[in-house]
């Protein structure tokens, strides 16, 4: 990889402290990058705290770690309001501020175990970090990253509804290196841990200059025609081919025509290209892991090599 590229330090910093997991790697990088929401869902002990973790402080950004529980208050999150009592020479006057939490404050937040927090404190969490805005007022926001273990059975295999995992456009799996007998990551891990200091810190490594820069380059990237078509033959053959429909897949019209875009874009930028081509569309693999059923995703990989076969959304008017 090219080192030139200052993006690329954070995945250095990913590199040095965590085995494998190229994946959930990648799935972090397009979300700092684009400034989109991250859910990383995985059985326990799969470093996907770690990373998240990783990858917040090496960016250099107003970091706020969360761990939520069964009983996540909201004000925990977004913060109090407190009510104060002056007196005047007109008698006394009720006056109410918010101190602000961390969700309004941070830059970049890990909600660690996500699937814990009850459903009320989840649902105007989420629609915060939707609109990132707090009654009108706009939050700094740029990622948050969540994560989770396996629930439940259904095919989302998750406990948000589909409104709220929508949230997130980046969503990937993290997969165990001893279930995925994955025996040479194994053997790097015992090593790594084997000469490692029981307290590294983690360098800052990029700053906050550098990912505006990286922000606004991809305001300006081109998007070529061909890959314009190749995105919309992914939703067109999944869709047509392979029969999706609301009842057991996630398409929605804003994440695959709108937001997609965004993520095509930071692909290019992280291959070290100023042009999106048809190798960037590989960034929709980041995005389904949760959203189209597993058997289809399984295989992504042969749907994605086949993009440039002409065919057209049907128009229906
Ligand atoms: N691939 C790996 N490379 C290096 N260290 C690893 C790897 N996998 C696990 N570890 C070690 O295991 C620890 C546990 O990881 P972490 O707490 O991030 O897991 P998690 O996926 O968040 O688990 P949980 O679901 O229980 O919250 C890490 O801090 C790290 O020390
Ligand atoms: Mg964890």
Redesign the pocket.
């Known amino acids: 990889m090219d080192n030139e590229n200052p993006i690329l330090k954070l995945k250095n910093e990913m590199d040095k ?5 190229d994946q959930v790697k990648m799935a972090l990088l397009l979300g700092i990058i684009s400034r989109e929401h991250i859910y990383i869902e ?12 990783i990858i917040s402080s090496a960016a250099q950004l107003n970091f706020f770690f969360y761990q939520l529980h069964r009983d996540t208050r909201l004000s925990e999150l977004i913060g109090d309001l407190v009510i104060s009592k002056e007196k005047s020479d007109e008698g006394e006057i009720i006056k109410q501020k918010i101190v602000k939490g961390g969700i309004l404050k941070s830059e970049i937040c890990l909600l ?2 996500i699937s814990r927090a009850p459903g009320e404190s989840l649902n105007v969490l989420l629609r915060i970090l939707n609109e990132r805005k707090f009654f009108n007022e706009p939050i700094p926001l740029m990622t948050a990253i969540a ?1 989770s ?1 396996p629930t439940a059975d259904e095919y989302y295999n998750e406990p948000l509804d589909p409104a709220n995992l929508d949230r997130f456009v980046l969503q990937i799996k ?1 997969l165990g ?1 001893s279930y995925g007998k994955g025996w040479d ?1 194994a053997r ?2 015992i090593e ?2 084997s000469n490692k200091s029981f307290n590294e810190d983690i360098p800052v490594s990029v700053s906050k200059e550098i990912l505006d820069e990286s922000y606004n380059k991809l305001d300006k990237m081109e998007i070529p025609s061909e890959v314009q078509e190749g995105l919309a033959n992914f939703v067109t053959i999944l869709v047509e081919d392979y029969g999706l429909n609301e009842t057991n897949s996630l398409i929605s019209d804003r994440t695959f025509f709108v937001k997609s875009l965004k993520i095509i874009r930071a692909h290019a930028l992280i291959s070290g290209r100023d042009t999106c081509t048809m190798e960037d569309l590989q960034a929709l693999k980041y995005m389904t892991a949760f959203r189209i059923p597993e058997d289809i995703y399984d295989q992504l990989d042969n749907i994605l090599q086949n993009l440039d076969r002409k065919k057209k959304i049907q128009m229906t008017s």
Do not use: F, Q
């Open positions: 402290h965590v085995v494998g997991h995985g059985p326990p002990g799969t470093a996907k705290t770690m990373l998240s973790e660690d175990d994560t273990n993290s290196i990551d790097k891990v790594l841990y």
